[in-house]
């Protein structure tokens, strides 16, 4: 069974900074690639950033040089620090991660990120 725990939402002011964190139990399975991805009120889920069991990362473009992820591999674990945060990163943020031979992926159940302008 597969559980996925985030942690580090919140409220921040414009120009603050928030680190998620999202620590996944996986049994005997082995985690290929973590993610985030958030989804702001009426519009559609889009990527944040994912990392590679091997440490390549991918942004989405309006996050790049604002925001890093990076993880532990032995915990199974996935971070993402946001700095310069502004309104508009506003959403619910939710973390992602495919898993060694399995073709669904998993999530966690969301946590809110707040920027107040």
């Known amino acids: 069974q597969v559980h996925l725990v985030e942690s580090g939402g919140g409220l921040v002011q414009s120009g603050g900074s928030l680190r998620l964190s999202c620590a996944a139990s996986?049994?005997?399975?082995?985690?290929?690639?973590m993610g985030w991805y958030r989804q702001a009120p009426g519009k559609q889920r889009e990527l944040v950033a994912t990392v590679t069991r091997g440490g390549t990362t991918n942004y989405g473009d309006s996050v790049k040089g604002r925001f890093t992820i990076s993880r532990d591999n032995a915990k199974n674990t996935v971070y993402l620090q946001m700095n310069s945060l502004k309104p508009e990163d506003t959403a619910v943020y939710y973390c992602n991660t495919v898993l060694v031979l399995v073709s669904t992926p998993f999530w966690g159940q969301g946590t809110q990120v707040t920027v107040a302008s």
């Open positions: 996986v049994g005997m399975f082995s985690v290929s690639t």
